[in-house]
């Protein structure tokens, strides 16, 4: 009664509790008076050295608490308390009995963190077994051994009295051969919250439950009008079917009064999974086909159903990592912008694949750490609420009780502190029984130890686990939760409500300074090389735009694969995070070049002016515009292009084709002259490797003018000749007919032939060649 007494606010127990529980106490002092004389005994006769140390020999049985139920009792239930021990020593234990011990009501949070820390037995801490018919016996354990026991108790039974949170222990009594008297062999505790009946003031409650997951898709798509997307593995389906980590959050959430935090990378990549996808091959080499269409598609449609008029934060696309563009980041052009972007896809993403209108201006740092830079990165964005962690923001020694939630930190923005203690129960390893009963049990009692805290004053709390809970620690979380739902001491309330809630005037407002930035978390930070490496993406992203026909083929998928370089889920995993950025990189480089020139050889110029074609390659499948060919020569005295230095061309090809463009050159001397071409955009940025060749001016000199005069004029004479012959020819017929008397055309007999003519010579009209020119090549003039 004196720890209940001295408890800040706890309400008074009833008196018949308090009668027989001072009963209680007078009737059993002279039989404890007679236990210490006993125990000291054994401890006389304990003269060996090592004796100090095994007086009680708590560690040798392995005590096991797997199951509690209820995990809140109220009057006229009955205690159930399951689990196994384990002889771990060398000896076998006799006379062997598994008891209940309930130990004093503690006085605060600090005191449940401090038996929780506790480990073996110490007596007069862990208070005195109930005894009687409620224990378990076992003749004897072998060493190694594991035997099972169960022990039901009427909660009457227990003489609870205040409400509070009491210390419950599990423990072994027995004997040994070298230790032959009774002792505690081994000891297990937990915690009993007890509240007889519903609290008068309740702590306002907000969960929130992440619908989280590492990326999985890549920049890649298909080539056909759907645009078939192409992820990393397969790794979501398991996730998303029965029994999985994302199945199991979402199966149990929705039977909680919960708010979802979601990431929208996460529904996009569920509704891509709903039709046609590719995968990855092992070796990266190719694609094979996605098969869990209908996995994807049963649980989002279930999703979809369960978040209608719930209330949804959605994160930034991809949740990025606050703190690591906040350090690491900020002062890299575009990264700041891409947050941006980010923030709205995610706003778009949630609406247009789960129909609700979800909330956005929630920024959740890595483990609700904070300091100055990190609050200006999330507020960058459009957040006005920061959700932070009450061991970042923490309070001061002179409050005693745990403040609201919320509270303002200076240029409209106000901090969520979500409670350090409830916020990490349940991250530790929770596919063992025990530890899922203990951090339920320890979660369960620092809840309330918050109402108790200050009865009269109602409080508004937040808790905000580790963002991708396994399946095992979110099956905890929900135990925990539906042991709140009989709302004896806490009520639930959505995150807006909370953000909303009156800040405590006592309550720290200071944001930490940089240096206070945990060590650990900032190791794990993305560094500033990778967000220049997609600063260099971003920037090439923005050039292969302006040429496209079809743009949002290429910025919606790259623009997501940007902000999926920033995640949150590349902590810890450095090497996964390089190897994404570097091929969502690689990618785009390849769609850039298959927009290029086509190489072209040397070319030779026989005269004073021919035109020269350069080609332009699109292997893309949309047409590509707005673009600029520029043909220039180094030497514009001896060869002009259009009679300048250079000469451009608008520059249109349709998906697949290839189109040549032709410039007119003037040569003023001999020789090799280099010549390059080079695309550009239309803003002047240069687009792709340039083409170089040489053009080989030959001038055509005297003698060879006199060799093709002299041919001339022997062909002009040879004409001549074969005139003058064929009127001869055609004369002597005439005259030869006239003696004879006939009549007839000059020259022919009928059915002859006419002699040929000579013809000119066939035009080459072969189309042109789109391929490289064949070295030595001539151009039409």
């Known amino acids: 009664m004196a720890e209940a007494a001295d408890f800040p606010g706890t309400s008074p127990s009833p008196a018949r509790r308090w009668l027989r529980r001072t009963a209680a106490l007078l009737a059993v002092a002279p039989l404890l008076a007679g236990m210490v004389q006993l125990s000291a005994e054994p401890a006389a006769h304990a003269t060996t050295p090592s004796a100090p140390a095994d007086a009680t020999g708590s560690n040798t049985v392995d005590v096991s608490l797997d199951k509690l139920t209820p995990t809140a009792p109220s009057d006229g239930d009955t205690l159930t308390v399951s689990g196994t021990v384990t002889n771990e020593g060398k000896q076998p234990v006799t006379g062997a009995q598994v008891g209940l011990r309930l130990g004093p009501v503690l006085n605060g949070r600090s005191q449940i963190d401090s038996a929780a820390k506790r480990t073996g037995y110490r007596p007069g801490a862990d208070g005195t077994e109930v005894g009687g018919k409620y224990v378990k016996k076992f003749s004897k354990l072998a060493p190694g051994i594991r035997q099972d026991f169960s022990i039901s108790v009427p909660v009457k039974a227990l003489d609870l009295g205040a409400d509070g949170v009491y210390q419950l222990g599990v423990s072994l009594t027995g004997r040994t051969t070298a230790q032959p008297w009774t002792q505690v062999l081994g000891f297990e505790r937990t915690f009993l919250p007890w509240q007889a009946d519903a609290a008068d003031t309740k702590t306002k409650t907000t969960y929130l439950w992440p619908l989280i997951s590492t990326s999985h898709l890549t920049a890649e798509t298909g080539s056909d009008e759907q645009q078939t997307p192409v992820f990393t593995d397969d790794d979501l389906a398991k996730e998303l079917a029965p029994g999985g980590r994302l199945e199991q959050m979402l199966s149990l959430g929705r039977q909680l009064d919960v708010t979802w935090v979601v990431d929208p990378d996460l529904l996009?990549?569920?509704?891509?999974?709903?039709?046609?996808?590719?995968?990855?091959?092992?070796?990266?080499?190719?694609?094979?086909?996605?098969?869990?269409?209908?996995?994807?598609?049963?649980?989002?449609?279930?999703?979809?159903?369960?978040?209608?008029?719930?209330?949804?934060?959605?994160?930034?696309?991809?949740?990025?990592?606050?703190?690591?563009?906040?350090?690491?980041?900020?002062?890299?052009?575009?990264?700041?912008?891409?947050?941006?972007?980010?923030t709205d896809a995610g706003v778009m993403a949630v609406d247009s694949i789960l129909h609700v209108k979800p909330q956005s201006d929630f920024a959740w740092p890595v483990e609700g750490a904070l300091d100055p830079s990190i609050v200006d990165v999330s507020t960058s964005a459009g957040a006005h609420s920061v959700i932070v962690r009450s061991d970042s923001l923490r309070e001061g020694d002179a409050l005693p009780y745990t403040p609201n939630a919320a509270r303002p930190i200076g240029g409209g923005t106000t901090a969520i502190v979500a409670d350090a203690r409830l916020s990490t129960a349940f991250q530790g390893d929770m596919t063992g029984a025990e530890n899922s009963t203990l951090a339920v049990q320890q979660f369960l009692a620092q809840s309330l130890m918050v109402t108790l805290q200050d009865p009269d004053r109602q409080r508004s709390i937040v808790v905000a686990p580790q963002r991708m809970p396994s399946a095992s620690q979110a099956q905890t979380m929900a135990k925990a939760l539906t042991a709140l739902s009989d709302e004896r001491w806490t009520e639930p309330q959505d995150l807006s409500a909370a953000a909303k809630a009156k800040p405590d005037p006592a309550a720290t407002t200071q944001v930490p300074s940089a240096k206070a930035y945990p060590a650990s978390l900032r190791k794990q930070e993305l560094p500033k090389s990778a967000f220049l490496s997609i600063q260099g993406t971003q920037n090439k992203l923005k050039r292969f735009q302006t040429i496209l026909s079809e743009p949002d083929r290429v910025i919606t998928p790259f623009g997501?694969?940007?902000?999926?370089?920033?995640?949150?889920?590349?902590?810890?995993?450095?090497?996964?995070?390089?190897?994404?950025?570097?091929?969502?990189?690689?990618?785009?480089?390849?769609?850039?070049?298959?927009?290029?020139?086509?190489?072209?050889?040397?070319?030779?110029?026989?005269?004073?002016?021919?035109?020269?074609?350069?080609?332009?390659?699109?292997?893309?499948?949309?047409?590509?515009?707005?673009?600029?060919?520029?043909?220039?020569?180094?030497?514009?005295?001896?060869?002009?292009?259009?009679?300048?230095?250079?000469?451009?061309?608008?520059?249109?090809?349709?998906?697949?084709?290839?189109?040549?463009?032709?410039?007119?050159?003037?040569?003023?001397?001999?020789?090799?002259?280099?010549?390059?071409?080079?695309?550009?955009?239309?803003?002047?940025?240069?687009?792709?490797?340039?083409?170089?060749?040489?053009?080989?001016?030959?001038?055509?000199?005297?003698?060879?003018?006199?060799?093709?005069?002299?041919?001339?004029?022997?062909?002009?004479?040879?004409?001549?000749?074969?005139?003058?012959?064929?009127?001869?020819?055609?004369?002597?017929?005439?005259?030869?007919?006239?003696?004879?008397?006939?009549?007839?055309?000059?020259?022919?007999?009928?059915?002859?032939?006419?002699?040929?003519?000579?013809?000119?010579?066939?035009?080459?009209?072969?189309?042109?060649?789109?391929?490289?020119?064949?070295?030595?090549e001539r151009v039409d003039r």
């Open 560 to 776: 997501r694969a940007i902000d999926r370089e920033m995640s949150t889920s590349w902590r810890g995993r450095a090497a996964e995070a390089a190897t994404f950025r570097q091929g969502v990189g690689r990618y785009l480089t390849t769609l850039v070049e298959q927009v290029a020139l086509i190489d072209k050889s040397d070319a030779k110029l026989s005269g004073r002016s021919a035109t020269i074609p350069v080609t332009v390659q699109n292997n893309l499948v949309q047409g590509v515009d707005h673009m600029v060919l520029r043909l220039t020569s180094e030497n514009p005295t001896r060869l002009k292009i259009d009679g300048e230095a250079y000469s451009e061309r608008p520059v249109k090809v349709s998906g697949g084709h290839a189109q040549s463009v032709k410039f007119t050159t003037t040569a003023n001397a001999n020789g090799p002259v280099p010549v390059y071409a080079q695309l550009y955009t239309e803003d002047g940025q240069p687009y792709g490797d340039r083409v170089q060749f040489d053009v080989n001016v030959t001038e055509i000199t005297l003698t060879v003018m006199l060799v093709i005069a002299g041919g001339v004029l022997l062909l002009v004479l040879a004409g001549f000749r074969m005139y003058t012959q064929r009127k001869r020819a055609a004369r002597k017929p005439v005259e030869e007919g006239s003696e004879d008397g006939h009549d007839g055309e000059p020259g022919a007999e009928p059915g002859q032939d006419d002699p040929e003519q000579p013809s000119d010579p066939t035009p080459d009209t072969a189309p042109e060649s789109t391929g490289p020119s064949d070295t030595g």
């Open 268 to 342: 996009a990549s569920v509704d891509h999974m709903t039709r046609n996808y590719r995968v990855q091959t092992a070796d990266g080499k190719g694609t094979t086909a996605g098969r869990n269409q209908a996995v994807a598609k049963e649980w989002l449609n279930k999703l979809e159903q369960t978040v209608q008029d719930e209330k949804v934060v959605a994160l930034p696309f991809a949740d990025p990592d606050l703190a690591s563009l906040a350090h690491n980041g900020r002062a890299v052009t575009g990264s700041l912008g891409q947050l941006k972007d980010a």
